[in-house]
Each structure stands twice: as structure tokens, then as C-alpha cells.
């Protein structure tokens, strides 16, 4: 496990993360769909 510390991180930058992590995956997800969708039925 992680070492415990007391130091916790701000509220701001634990939701600048969560934004960016959300916004990377569900991008990774929707590039990943839009690849597929024009390499299965191209036009």
C-alpha cells in the first residue's frame, strides 16, 4: 500500500486530476470507437 501521509492534497488539484484522467480515457475511448467505425463500414 501507499505510505500514509499527512499532508493532504487540495480539493482543486484532486479534481484537476479526476477532469483530466476522466477526459483521457473517455477520449482514448472515443478515438478508439471512431478508428473502428471507419475501418468496419467505410464509406
Known amino acids: 500500500m501507499m505510505a ?3 499532508t493532504e492534497r487540495p480539493l482543486a488539484q484532486r479534481l484537476v486530476w479526476f477532469v483530466a484522467l476522466w477526459l483521457l480515457g ?3 475511448v472515443a478515438t478508439l470507437a ?3 467505425r471507419l475501418w468496419i463500414a467505410p464509406h
Do not use: F, M
Open 4 to 6: 500514509s501521509r499527512d
Open 26 to 28: 473517455t477520449g482514448s
Open 34 to 36: 471512431y478508428i473502428l
